[in-house]
């Protein structure tokens, strides 16, 4: 399915986005509480939104609006914890 084949893709680059590359497995996220092993902060919560909203609509053919919406579920249900304090991590 396009969608599980995207959630994967996203959960990746996620991972990445905090250095992370190395844990990520789909079992590593089946793992409770596993969304607290890592932080990250604003900058890197935007930089990352706008690469999920480019990529949503590329791969699941989606407008702007509904891009931005599953983007929203996405971060609630996936998303890292967000801390203030971090540096910027290219």
Known sequence: MKTDKFIE????KMFKAVGAEK??????CKEQNWFH?????????EK????????AMKDL?????????EW???????GWKEDSELATKE
């Open 9 to 12: 893709k996203a959960l990746r």
């Open 48 to 55: 990352y939104k706008t690469w999920f909203i480019q990529n």
């Open 23 to 28: 844990e990520f497995s789909l079992d590593y």
């Open 37 to 45: 092993n890592y932080s990250w902060n604003r900058d890197q919560i």
């Open 61 to 69: 053919q989606l407008t702007k609006k509904r891009a931005e919406f």
């Open 72 to 78: 929203s579920y996405f971060f609630l249900q996936w």
